[in-house]
């Protein structure tokens, strides 16, 4: 490793670089499987391939993975859809990691395998689990997967976001764009506001007559003050937002009319974006790996599952305290799980835990604003530990500066999952 892969990776890195397991003559390497290949996973694998002590095998269906951050900039028409695409080439050729495109049916934690849907059963040391979420159809009623395909949630990025897109496009000048929000928790709880934010950058340019409405179940949401000043400034009256408390949140939709019901109104939609509740990926329900909540109970300083031992889980399917359903979460945790399972492989000292956010929000093509917000253990549960975050009266150059930031962590945060 040369001194600037070093620097690159941090101390942490080094030191699991340095660890080797114990085997004895003629066992072959620590097996570790890790399922899903988005942030969370890529970037486990990628940390624990680092000991090249250790075979890493990564089990993911897609060819190329689309980043959901961003991805709110395409549906505005700033950043095409290729930029949000990365292969998973430079972690089998630079760390040795096998890549297998496939899909985890099921765990067999007693035997320690893993079944993928073609057939291959694989044995396995330690599991990681980094599947995302999955949505909870039917919830709302009339809104089930068939439906998704009218009505999108782009809550994955993929089809979804490209068919939100050209909906959008396709909207007429005076239209009404209704984005829907579940309760908490969710996948990136700015990314509503965010959405909202940014395609009304699309309409003032556009469309200028359309209107966005947002129907939250909540009654606030983060970084409101941000959000709604910014909106007061950029697009007056485009944007209007109902709180859960005026409208008791969606229950259901009439997609043959393009109707979003709640409780006591009808809103009519020429494009309506319905972001579903949500839950732990699939295979952390069938596994047993979620509880009642619908997410994975873990312990908080090593990620291992509460359910099984030697299966861990990271990223938006995990309970994890205070800390958000974000990619940078999902990669903090993950390089925190990655070294704890190099020390459990070698039984060396587990390195401590240091878990951190930081997000970019894009509140139009030229503003933007950040937060970074650290994490500490306090009896068994990450609460906040610090928090720095834009502010109302930012100047606009501190804004612009953001916008510059942004673009440029995508880049490195990006390389460090998938380079
Ligand atoms: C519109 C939007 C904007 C966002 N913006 C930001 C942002 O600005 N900053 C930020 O930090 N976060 C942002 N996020 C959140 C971020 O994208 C997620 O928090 C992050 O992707 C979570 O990583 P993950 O590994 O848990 O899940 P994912 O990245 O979704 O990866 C899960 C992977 O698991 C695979 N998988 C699932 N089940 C199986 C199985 N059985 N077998 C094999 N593979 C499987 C899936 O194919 C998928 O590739 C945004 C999200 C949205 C929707």
Same mark, same amino acid.
């Given at each position: 490793?040369?001194?600037?892969?070093?620097?690159?990776?941090?101390?942490?890195?080094?030191?699991?670089?340095?660890?080797?397991?114990?085997?004895?003559?003629?066992?072959?390497?620590?097996?570790?499987?890790?399922?899903?290949?988005?942030?969370?996973?890529?970037?486990?694998?990628?940390?624990?391939?680092?000991?090249?002590?250790?075979?890493?095998?990564?089990?993911?269906?897609?060819?190329?993975?689309?980043?959901?951050?961003?991805?709110?900039?395409?549906?505005?028409?700033?950043?095409?859809?290729?930029?949000?695409?990365?292969?998973?080439?430079?972690?089998?050729?630079?760390?040795?990691?096998?890549?297998?495109?496939?899909?985890?049916?099921?765990?067999?934690?007693?035997?320690?395998?893993?079944?993928?849907?073609?057939?291959?059963?694989?044995?396995?040391?330690?599991?990681?689990?980094?599947?995302?979420?999955?949505?909870?159809?039917?919830?709302?009623?009339?809104?089930?997967?068939?439906?998704?395909?009218?009505?999108?949630? /782009?809550?994955?990025?993929? =089809? *979804?976001?490209?068919?939100?897109? !050209? +909906?959008?496009?396709?909207?007429? #000048?005076?239209?009404?764009?209704?984005?829907?929000?579940?309760?908490?928790?969710?996948?990136?709880?700015?990314?509503?506001?965010?959405?909202?934010?940014?395609?009304?950058?699309?309409?003032?340019?556009?469309?200028?007559?359309?209107?966005?409405?947002?129907?939250?179940?909540?009654?606030?949401?983060?970084?409101?003050?941000?959000?709604?000043?910014?909106?007061?400034?950029?697009?007056?009256?485009?944007?209007?937002?109902?709180?859960?408390?005026?409208?008791?949140?969606?229950?259901?939709?009439?997609?043959?009319?393009?109707?979003?019901?709640?409780?006591?109104?009808?809103?009519?939609?020429?494009? /309506?974006?319905?972001?579903? =509740? *949500?839950?732990?990926?699939?295979? !952390? +329900?069938?596994?047993?790996?979620? #509880?009642?909540?619908?997410?994975?109970?873990?312990?908080?300083?090593?990620?291992?599952?509460?359910?099984?031992?030697?299966?861990?889980?990271?990223?938006?399917?995990?309970?994890?305290?205070?800390?958000?359903?974000?990619?940078?979460?999902?990669?903090?945790?993950?390089?925190?799980?990655?070294?704890?399972?190099?020390?459990?492989?070698?039984?060396?000292?587990?390195?401590?835990?240091?878990?951190?956010?930081?997000?970019?929000?894009?509140?139009?093509?030229?503003?933007?604003?950040?937060?970074?917000?650290?994490?500490?253990?306090?009896?068994?549960?990450?609460?906040?530990?610090?928090?720095?975050?834009?502010?109302?009266?930012?100047?606009?150059?501190?804004?612009?500066? !953001?916008?510059?930031?942004?673009?440029?962590?995508?880049?490195?945060?990006?390389?460090?999952?998938?380079?």
């Amino acid at each position: 490793m040369t001194s600037r892969t070093r620097r690159e990776f941090g101390i942490g890195a080094a030191a699991g670089l340095a660890f080797v397991p114990r085997m004895t003559r003629g066992q072959t390497k620590p097996r570790v499987i890790v399922i899903g290949g988005g942030i969370g996973g890529a970037t486990v694998a990628k940390y624990v391939a680092l000991n090249r002590m250790v075979d890493v095998a990564l089990i993911e269906p897609k060819l190329r993975y689309t980043t959901c951050f961003m991805s709110n900039l395409y549906l505005a028409g700033l950043r095409s859809f290729e930029s949000l695409t990365h292969g998973y080439e430079a972690l089998a050729d630079r760390y040795g990691i096998k890549v297998i495109h496939d899909v985890a049916i099921s765990i067999n934690p007693a035997a320690k395998t893993v079944r993928l849907k073609r057939g291959m059963e694989m044995p396995y040391d330690k599991l990681v689990l980094s599947p995302g979420v999955a949505f909870k159809f039917n919830v709302i009623d009339g809104y089930d997967e068939a439906v998704a395909e009218i009505m999108p949630h /782009a809550w994955t990025a993929g =089809p *979804q976001t490209k068919l939100l897109r !050209a +909906q959008l496009d396709a909207m007429d #000048d005076g239209g009404v764009f209704i984005i829907t929000v579940p309760q908490n928790p969710f996948r990136c709880p700015p990314g509503p506001y965010e959405r909202a934010s940014l395609a009304a950058y699309y309409f003032k340019q556009s469309k200028p007559r359309s209107k966005i409405l947002i129907l939250d179940a909540k009654d606030s949401f983060f970084e409101q003050d941000l959000f709604q000043s910014s909106w007061d400034q950029h697009y007056p009256s485009m944007i209007e937002w109902l709180p859960g408390q005026f409208t008791g949140g969606v229950t259901a939709v009439d997609v043959k009319a393009s109707v979003v019901k709640t409780a006591s109104d009808s809103f009519t939609a020429n494009v /309506a974006n319905i972001i579903p =509740p *949500q839950v732990a990926g699939s295979l !952390a +329900q069938t596994a047993g790996l979620t #509880d009642e909540s619908g997410w994975c109970p873990i312990d908080q300083v090593t990620f291992e599952s509460k359910r099984q031992p030697d299966i861990y889980v990271v990223g938006d399917a995990a309970i994890t305290g205070d800390m958000p359903k974000s990619a940078l979460s999902a990669n903090s945790q993950a390089k925190v799980c990655a070294f704890t399972i190099l020390a459990e492989l070698t039984g060396s000292q587990r390195p401590s835990p240091h878990l951190f956010n930081t997000c970019y929000t894009y509140l139009s093509g030229n503003d933007a604003v950040s937060d970074a917000i650290s994490f500490k253990l306090d009896s068994g549960t990450l609460k906040i530990s610090g928090i720095s975050m834009s502010k109302v009266d930012d100047k606009t150059e501190v804004r612009r500066e !953001a916008v510059r930031e942004a673009a440029a962590w995508y880049d490195a945060f990006t390389h460090d999952v998938f380079g």
